[in-house]
């Protein structure tokens, strides 16, 4: 079947799905076996299998992990670091183990012994590794992906599945039997992989279900099916999965999770035409290949990334060499247009200067353009881009032939002047495994069922341009300023005498911004070194230890503040911030605060990212509270190794600050917490704290606020 629609987006209504708590299920696959064992005296509380009773009598329950499977095991549990141990040694015959840690209860999970391959599985791996690096582009690596999957596996079908920026996802890679259907190139609506199982893909990297005809054995006594089994392996499948597995004609299925940068990019989605089992080892050798795949990616990734911006750097200089010659800005923009057409591989370039108008390559009429550039105006100073104009501009679709793709930076508002970049519309014929809208549409009342037909439904979306590259709006920010200077210089040129007036005007003025400036931050440090003094002397004069501890801690948080300003606004420029030059500098600040000892404990590894300066204060206290808390909990005033990471995915940056000292000690929520989500909340952020096996690795992620363009009252000056 196929239609013709606009560009839409699927399953973003679907939230039953989300919603089933697919991490409690109550039962187990019933291929292995569960026990439920308190940490604190390893008696087992509850389990689930089948084959409990045969294999440990009528009255397990109750027993200890040494009575059924042996001191070894039981050693093993007790010495455990990590929450995830495999049992190497167990007294039980024909059976392999592995316990995962959740809470004050080890969860052991059973499985029968296999006998390995004679096969060299390290030396395959290395072999495969091998042949990863010399694939020529994410294609080929993917290709070779599927088919080093499908060896290791060995079922029938192996796909390269990766998720698209609507949470939809398509395939982009296949190796399969013959006989069977090709799903490659096949998207698959969002509500196909529901929110909370792609969380579970994060947590629990490999997946198998053996037979999606499987009777669940539920887990014994009741009282514990409640458990929250995320890290299990043998943990019951949604029967929703498992009717949609059905559908499919899928009799086993298997999900190895790509996960790069800490992020869930793709899935390697194995199915199985009959029933088939999946050792552990060749499941632990399964995640060691995504592992290096996911390496993979990120590096073909990054070298197309930085392939791109060296592409768009020498454009960006042989452009600044037009402007720096040409000077009447209708001549100027005639000169450079097939250039600046070229820099942003568009189909059309044109320019609004008031009431002149000037056109490269296929546009809209004049008229469009004006239409289109005073919609733009009311976004902003910001460089407008989307590859779907007619979705937000609706007026849009009567020239969304030509202009489906717009680029645009404004450089003065008074008198319009504007540029735009046109990209045409390419229509995608999108391949769906069944029809999305499926998925979606259900009536008041109906129950959320999984879909029954995969046979492929095609989907013509139109009013879609190529996607602007994230490169692409970084180099139209420096355009926008590299213009603004260029039209600075031709006012310096055309009218040398009246400016310089303007400009000695214009000099004094920030002189005295800068002068107030360093005035008020002067004072801003002298009323806090003032209030931080008279706490001092409170704190000294008082008798109560509980007042003293208040009024102590109110000078770190006094000093911190102190310290993260001062830092700040020894930059030249307080608008914009390289964040990683600013902690740097920061942390500093900071030993030197903390102590000699404390000289050589932190280890950092920052990349460059520029913020506004706004957003760097922020960061900085977020900084500065959690290694103070860091000093202060984790190795109770005693030096101990700190690690800063900092690093951007796509808009985005994560600073990761972990320290390896006693871990999390408890779930009081006191000010200095109150204050960090303050912070965070005012970044737009979010803050995630987990155990860094020893002590505590906080996460702080947040979209990445860039710089703004010059003042809107120096631009509309400069432009006049």
């Not at 084959?51 to 992990?65: H, K, M, N, S, Y």
């Not at 909990?633 to 005693?638: K, L, V």
Request: negative net charge.
């Amino acid at each position: 079947m196929s239609i013709s629609l606009p560009a839409v987006q699927f399953g973003t209504d679907i939230t039953e799905c989300d919603r089933e708590p697919i991490h409690i299920p109550g039962s187990i696959q019933p291929h292995g076996l569960l026990l439920i064992v308190a940490a604190d005296d390893q008696r087992v509380i509850g389990g689930a299998g089948r084959r409990l009773e045969p294999t440990f009598g009528a009255d397990w329950l109750g027993q200890t992990v040494t009575t059924l499977l042996g001191a070894e095991a039981a050693a093993l549990l007790a010495g455990a670091v990590r929450p995830m141990c495999v049992l190497s040694r167990i007294d039980t015959p024909g059976w392999d183990g592995t316990a995962h840690r959740d809470g004050d209860r080890w969860l052991i999970e059973l499985e029968p012994s296999e006998t390995q391959r004679a096969t060299d599985v390290l030396s395959w791996i290395d072999d495969v590794g091998v042949s990863f690096e010399r694939s020529g582009g994410l294609i080929d690596l993917c290709e070779r992906a599927a088919k080093s999957f499908r060896t290791l596996i060995g079922y029938d079908r192996v796909m390269i599945y990766r998720f698209l920026d609507d949470d939809s996802g398509v395939v982009i890679a296949e190796d399969a039997a013959d006989d069977l259907d090709s799903y490659l190139n096949h998207h698959f609506p969002a509500s196909d992989i529901p929110q909370q199982a792609r969380a579970l893909y994060l947590r629990n990297r490999v997946r198998v279900i053996p037979d999606v005809y499987y009777q669940p054995d539920p887990i014994r006594p009741a009282s514990e099916a409640g458990i929250d089994m995320s890290n299990s392996e043998l943990r019951s499948v949604s029967p929703i999965h498992i009717q949609y597995l059905k559908n499919m004609g899928v009799a086993a299925s298997a999900s190895v999770s790509i996960v790069k940068d800490g992020v869930l990019w793709g899935l390697v989605a194995c199915h199985n035409m009959t029933p088939r089992h999946i050792s552990a080892a060749t499941r632990r050798s399964a995640a060691l290949v995504a592992g290096g795949l996911a390496r993979q990616i990120t590096a073909k990734e990054q070298a197309d990334d930085y392939r791109e911006r060296l592409r768009i750097r020498a454009d960006e200089d042989v452009i600044a060499a037009r402007l720096a010659s040409d000077v009447d800005p209708a001549q100027l923009f005639k000169a450079a247009g097939a250039d600046l057409r070229r820099m942003f591989e568009a189909d059309a370039f044109a320019v609004i200067d008031g009431t002149t108008a000037y056109c490269n390559g296929a546009c809209p009429d004049e008229a469009q353009i004006r239409e289109i550039a005073g919609w733009v105006r009311k976004k902003g100073t910001e460089p407008f881009h989307t590859d779907s104009l007619s979705s937000e501009f609706p007026a849009a679709a009567a020239y969304r032939d030509h202009g489906s793709g717009v680029l645009a930076i404004t450089l003065s508002f008074q008198t319009p002047t504007m540029l735009l970049w046109f990209r045409a519309e390419e229509k995608q014929v999108v391949e769906w495994a069944g029809n999305p809208h499926k998925a979606v549409n259900l009536q008041p009342g109906e129950k959320l069922t999984p879909r029954a037909s995969f046979e492929a439904w095609t989907q013509v979306v139109h009013g879609k341009a190529r996607r602007w590259s994230q490169p692409e709006v970084e180099a139209a920010r420096r355009l926008t300023v590299r213009l603004y200077d260029a039209r600075q210089n031709r006012r310096i040129r055309d009218l040398a005498d009246s400016l310089s007036v303007a400009v000695a005007d214009k000099d004094r003025l920030i002189a005295q911004q800068e002068t107030l400036l360093k005035e008020v931050n002067h004072r801003v440090q002298n009323s806090l070194q003032l209030v931080m003094a008279f706490l001092a002397l409170q704190g000294r004069a008082s008798d109560d230890p509980a007042l003293t501890g208040h009024l102590t801690e109110a000078q770190r948080r006094l000093s911190a503040v102190a310290l993260v300003h001062r830092r700040l606004y020894t930059d030249d420029n307080v608008q914009s911030i390289d964040l990683s030059r600013y902690l740097t500098d920061l942390i500093v600040d900071l030993k030197g605060s903390m102590g000699d000892e404390w000289a050589n404990q932190f280890a950092l590894d920052l990349a460059p990212i520029t913020i506004a300066a706004d957003d760097a204060v922020q960061v900085g206290l977020v900084l500065v509270e959690l290694v103070i808390n860091a000093q202060k909990y984790a190795y109770g005033g005693a030096p101990g190794p700190i690690f800063v990471n900092l690093e951007q995915h796509r808009a985005r940056f994560r600073m990761i600050v972990a320290d390896a000292g006693r871990g999390k000690t408890g779930t009081r929520k006191g000010f200095g917490t109150r204050m960090l989500d303050s912070m965070v909340r005012r970044l737009n952020g979010t803050l995630e704290v987990s155990d860094n096996m020893p002590g505590v690795r906080t996460v702080l992620t947040a979209p990445i606020t860039q710089p703004r363009a010059p003042a809107d009252a120096i631009v509309e000056d400069a432009f006049q």
